[in-house]
């Protein structure tokens, strides 16, 4: 089972969710429905990865993420101005007796390789990013990172899901915390899972923000979706209408507790701080595969 944790906008509490959620399953193996299932978690949100600072694994292997970009024999390059006008990104360019490549805008297509008509193009490799793997306790732990200037996510979102998922055996549960937004590297975390749990906020923004994420995850790519509401009882009633209009379940609420607000500055999960929310996060993934069942 792959749970994913999105949000339409940052800053809604995201990250909190899938830790918690992630460590109160770490905790459950007394429940039927947990143990015996392997347990790991995906920090997708390759920007800015801070799912360990909560987590605090035991990081022990990393790789880098690369693709790759064109590199121009100036020996051989005619500059026919080809690459650049194939180029979709406007990563080349041909000015005078020189082509440019600009490598942040670059995404690896190979277009332009395939196009230069005397074959003054030859790859070579761009690293974008890494990827790390660890443990907490017994769930598995992964996460990237993407290097400051790199202009695409995606390539690394989707290593990260690749090193965690593609060769799992056996029964598991997965949570994947996705960046923010609704852009390419949100959708690519959120492919071919079984469940999209959007945390929002009860304000025009968080609702603004939640239509697009909702559209995407359950319109787009065809999954059902839940609604966890953080900061309960601020702004107004228009994310609850919009659920009931469009029939998506409010899975759990958070009220706005200074008390959370002081754990999350001190890098100290919510269930450490109020042990309560243990079984509040464990009925939270009941539902959830209540809903998937469905
Ligand atoms: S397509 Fe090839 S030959 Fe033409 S400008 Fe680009 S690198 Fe040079
Ligand atoms: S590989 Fe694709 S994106 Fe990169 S410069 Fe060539 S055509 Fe543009």
């Not at 609420?253 to 999960?269: F, H, K, Q, T, W």
Request: with cysteine; proline share 6%.
């Amino acid at each position: 089972m792959i749970i994913t944790v999105a949000s339409g906008k940052g800053g809604t509490g995201k990250t909190t969710i899938a830790v918690n959620l992630a460590l109160s399953l770490l905790g459950a193996s007394d429940d039927p429905t947990v143990r015996g299932r392997k347990l790991i978690f995906a920090d997708c949100d390759v920007e800015e990865p801070n799912a360990a600072l909560f987590l605090n694994p035991l990081l022990r292997e990393s790789q880098e993420v690369a693709f790759q970009i064109p590199e121009v024999d100036e020996e051989t390059c005619t500059y026919c101005g080809r690459c650049a006008q194939v180029c979709e990104f406007h990563a080349i360019a041909v000015v005078g007796q020189r082509v440019i490549v600009f490598k942040e805008l670059c995404h690896g297509c190979g277009s332009c390789t395939l196009e230069c008509p005397v074959g003054a193009i030859h790859e070579v490799p761009y690293v974008i990013g890494k990827i790390e793997r660890g443990r907490v306790g017994s769930m598995t732990f992964f996460q990237g990172t993407m290097n400051i200037g790199v202009a695409t996510a995606t390539p690394i979102v989707r290593q990260v899901k690749h090193w965690a998922l593609d060769d799992v055996q056996g029964d598991f549960i997965a949570i994947l915390d996705a960046p923010p937004g609704t852009s390419c590297p949100v959708v690519e975390s959120l492919k071919n899972s079984d469940f999209a749990l959007m945390v929002t906020e009860p304000t025009p923004f968080g609702l603004h923000d939640l239509k697009l994420a909702v559209q995407v995850a359950r319109k787009e790519l065809g999954m059902p979706v839940g609604v966890i509401i953080n900061r309960d009882g601020i702004g107004d009633a228009g994310v609850e209408e919009f659920c009931a209009q469009e029939g998506v379940p409010i899975l759990m609420r958070i009220p706005l507790d200074r008390r959370i607000a002081e754990a999350y500055s001190r890098g100290e999960p919510l269930i450490s701080a109020l042990p309560e929310y243990r079984e509040r996060f464990l009925e939270l993934y009941h539902r959830i595969q209540g809903e998937i069942d469905r």
